[in-house]
């Protein structure tokens, strides 16, 4: 069942290494509908965009009117997706099985304490996950969304300048004249041309 929908916003992503310095750029987030669009300078080129009710998480190039399965390219569409305040595990969970990160058991999420974060009323959350260390998730309620997270190695993503305001439908669709690519496809395609060289021979 479709929890139900969360505020729409913008916000920046911010990334920090373990010593609170920025690493790489910073990112754009748009969020609606249990959609998020996330623009990154590291790919200037394209965008992700998800959507935990469809369960898919997509990377989407506009110059070459393609888009692909985001898979494991970046960790931000495994973290920056709606949740439930009582149970945000669950889409984290789902978030990376559609990365194709597939565990061994149930994720679990445990209440810590209460957290303000950027003026932000937060639950911070322990999430372990079966054979890791845990990491931590700070989710605000009234957005039904996580507005900070730092992973077990240390890593810290959190959103600035959050603004709630509307989205535009069109900046999570895409057009119908693009066309999906497959890598595996593409791969055998390759090995077919004159490029590929087989190491075996």
């Known amino acids: 069942m479709a929890q139900s929908s969360p505020q729409a916003f913008t916000a920046d992503i911010v990334s920090l290494d373990t010593r609170g310095e920025p690493l790489g750029a910073t990112a754009k987030l748009h969020a609606a509908d249990h959609k998020t669009r996330i623009e990154t300078g590291g790919v200037p080129d394209g965008f992700f965009l998800s959507d935990s009710d469809a369960g898919t998480a997509l990377f989407v190039r506009p110059a070459q009117r393609i888009y692909v399965d985001a898979r494991q ?32 058991g149930k994720w679990r999420c445990k209440s810590i304490e209460r957290a303000v974060v950027n003026q932000h009323k937060t639950i911070e959350f322990s999430v372990v996950m079966p054979g890791r260390q845990a990491s931590y998730g700070w989710v605000d309620p009234t957005i039904g969304f996580p507005v900070k997270w730092q992973a077990a190695d240390g890593k810290v993503f959190v959103l600035e300048n959050i603004q709630l305001q509307a989205q535009p439908a069109i900046l999570f669709s895409i057009p119908s004249d693009y066309r999906k690519l497959d890598p595996q496809a593409l791969l055998e395609r390759i090995k077919h041309s004159d490029v590929w060289v087989d190491s075996h021979k």
Request: charged share 10%; glycine share 6%.
């Open 73 to 104: 390219s970046t960790p931000l569409t495994q973290i920056f997706v709606s949740v439930d305040q009582h149970d945000p595990c669950r889409q984290w969970q789902a978030a990376a099985g559609i990365a194709g990160l597939v565990s061994s």
